[in-house]
């Protein structure tokens, strides 16, 4: 008996074994596709991880449905990894099959409702809708659910297919169905009898008295002498042809009809950048050159590296010279970035240099873009030779990785919070590597904690830049006193005097400004000034943010809203104030303060679509925009060379967060927005507003001191046990039932606390203790660098075990987050 270990796209942290024939046996290989049945009447695309020749003892192996792939689609450096990740982030495997693989290659099953076979039916014992079914199958041998609902006018059909299964007239099959779709062109051509110098003349007579006809012809022949190469002629799209004679499709379908055209498709690759390698060789400036050359010795000894140059040192030219060196050799390159707003500006600055060598991947794609991407790099395709992406491009297929770009290390993007695996980019890019046997380029002008400990260690390599390139000065950062100037009656809205006549003489001088406010809508709470009501989320334990552009009150965690209030709901009365303000409250005041000027936002309101962010960053890059207000958006390497002021609207709303990275993670944004200022030539300016201008962290930033800040915090978390120093496991609990959720968490924690010899904290309530109707409890483990992790998280899953035997508990929702940023 033969037999395949298989993954599933369910959140099931076991594989499971599945039948195959002799010939089924030999043929299958390891990272191939299989549709297997799993449950009653469910079948699923798995992955096959093993072959072998074990029977399980706990069940009965079923026979796999079909195989998908002639060759495997997953690498076996792939599964090792995803496997890694399953078992250090403490997931299901089924999690991390289901995120890495694009969608449109997961096929789904849908349910075929079909007639039974040689069975009489009485039609007079149907009723009116169950009659119109079977009549519909009497035309067609099966029926999707939406046919049904199409034919019957209504959503809830199930009722009505539930009647005709009890009375043995249907019967429900699963069917698979194909997502991907390959792109096809249409593309026409003159039929051959047109061909000869008789063909023409008949081909005149033939259109006479058709002139739109005899117009499109004519310009095909136009289109035909105009795209003539050396290769030969090239083919005529239908869509070009429409465009170059202003005709519609109906005339060309005449002309096909006719048989005057013949209509042809080609398979097309969605993503075709065009684009030439530049001739020119990119040099280097001396202290760029210092540190690419140290990058290159550090890499003979060290896997990893972190390269830490101040905002605007040139970092990237650094990348792009490294990237050169490895594609001499034949490898491909992995370029990791926080944002996707950040590949739209870098694709550009690639592919000005690489040509078409250059790939992306990331969630604003469509599955079948996806899937063209996946396909170009599994098989070693010259156009994705360097892959840009967010996250989740590291689940790529790669086959001979040289080189793995973190840029932007720092960035708490890197980390996925929701839905599982939890995994940090970063830290899981350094395992992939391990397995290639390439080399991780961390870069950052803010370091995160970890990475600089670990380069201090010694355990990376670590190069510094210290200068901006073309030794442009590092800005001048200045602190406003916002309640000096609140006392002093000097504040216009949320704009001081001092940041108003810098925003003035900034415009004056024709250059740009950034404002910078980390928080979206018009403002986070509206309350009612006679009784002090403000309105809540009916989900979720938070205030409502006022969105003034839709006139509606939103929450930023479960999606509810309701339009505005006129009147408070709690005492009717009409007076309703706003508290706090966001990123379209600061643009509302622009407007209002400089009537002259071009402003636009940059926020997840404004950059919603597949080419939301390039709209505005392009924008705004071509000096059509004089002002541009955005959230932490901004703060990752964005390059605009005409800005020379900066403006932090608010510093402190990001120094007093409940968490422990909360000084770390300020100066982190506050040095990123500060250094998109001055980037060309002239110095530009900083000007942080704050209520608190002598906190320690703003007078780091203010001085650009990193390592006052990394030593400072050094010492809180070593006194306080936190990374570096400890590794760190948050354990959430949720349920909808209060009580049950409180005696869950307390008997966890205290079994915990029992069980592991290290600090257990809990069970905490957080800040927002309540989404979606659900209510929260965290337990926090913080296991000692010197303890072996591995152990650890046995005993933990084993306690998660028992908490789940336990019938009551059996109903709370528990989410492990390891390594929890």
Known sequence: MYFVEVILPLSLAKTFTYRVSQTEYEYIKKGMRVAVPFGKSKIYTALVIDLHQN?????????????????????????????????????AIGDVYRCALPSALLLESETVIAQKTAVYVDESLLSDEEYLVY?????????????????????????????????????????????????????????????????????????????????????????????????????????KLIEASKSTATVIKALIEKEIFEEYFIQEDRINFAGKSADTDLQ???????????????????????????????????????????????KQVLYLLPEIALTTQLVGRLRAHFGNKVA??????????????????????????????????????????????????HEQTFKQVDPAPRYHARDAAIVL??????????????????????????????????????NVQMPKIELVDLKDKYFR??????FSDFLIESITAALALGEQVILFQNRRGYSPIMECITCGHVPHCLQCDVSLTYHKHKNQLRCHYCGYSMSKPSHCHSCSSVDLTTKGFGTEQIEQELITLFPNAKTGRMDQDTTRGKYGFEKIIDSFKNREMDILVGTQMLAKGLDFDNVSLVGIMNADNM?????????????????????????????????????????????????????????????????YKYPPYFKIIKVTLKHRDFDKLKEGAMWLYQVMSQNLNMPVLGPEEPAISRIRNEYIRVIIIKIPQNTAIGGTKKTIQKILNSFEAVATYRAIKVVLNVDFY
């Not at 970890?450 to 355990?459: I, L, R, V």
């Open 655 to 719: 120094l007093y967060h409940p968490d422990f990275r909360a000084f770390e993670r300020s100066f982190q944004m506050m040095t990123q927005v500060a250094g998109r200022a001055g980037r060309s030539g002239k110095q530009g300016n900083v000007i942080i507003q704050t209520y608190n201008p002598n906190h320690n962290t703003i007078q780091q930033v203010t001085a650009a001191n990193y390592l006052a800040m990394y030593k400072e915090q050094l010492y809180d978390r070593q006194i």
């Open 135 to 239: 009549q519909a199958l009497q035309q067609q041998s099966s029926l999707k659910v939406q046919d049904i609902m199409a034919i019957l006018n209504k959503k809830n059909i199930f009722p009505v297919i539930q009647k005709l299964i009890d009375k043995n007239i249907l019967v429900l099959q699963e069917e698979m169905i194909e997502n991907y779709k390959p792109k096809l062109v249409r593309y026409v051509r003159l039929h051959a009898k047109y061909e000869t110098h008789d063909g023409l003349g008949q081909l005149l007579e033939a259109l006479k008295n058709a002139h739109k006809q005899k117009e499109i012809v004519l310009h095909y022949f136009q289109l035909c002498a105009s795209e003539k190469t050396q290769n030969g002629q090239k083919p005529i799209t239908v869509k």
């Open 360 to 409: 992306v991947f990331h969630s604003k794609y469509s599955n079948n873009e996806r899937v063209e991407v996946w396909n170009q790099i599994l098989n070693n395709s010259q156009k994705a030779q360097i892959t840009i992406g967010a996250r989740s491009a590291l689940f790529l297929p790669f086959q001979n990785l040289g080189l793995l770009i973190v840029d932007e290390e």
């Open 433 to 470: 590597a391990h397995s290639h046997g390439s080399k991780v380029l961390l870069g950052s002008a803010t370091p995160s904690l970890e990475t600089y400990f670990n380069a201090q260690s010694g355990k990376y390599g670590l190069v510094e830049i210290t200068t901006r390139y073309g």
């Open 284 to 330: 280097l400036s001396p202290a760029q050159q210092t540190a690419f050359t140290e990058i290159a010795s550090s890499f003979t000894q060290k896997e990893v590296c972190l390269l830490h140059g101040v905002t605007s040192s040139g970092k990237t030219e650094i990348y792009i010279k490294l990237i050169e060196t490895y594609l001499a050799t034949g």
């Open 55 to 91: 029977q399980p003892q706990l069940y009965e192996a079923k026979e796999i449905h079909q195989i998908l792939d002639e060759n495997p689609i997953v690498t076996q450096i792939q599964i090792t990894h995803w496997l890694w990740i399953a078992s250090y982030y403490m997931c």
């Open 489 to 494: 009656k000097k504040m216009s809205g949320h």
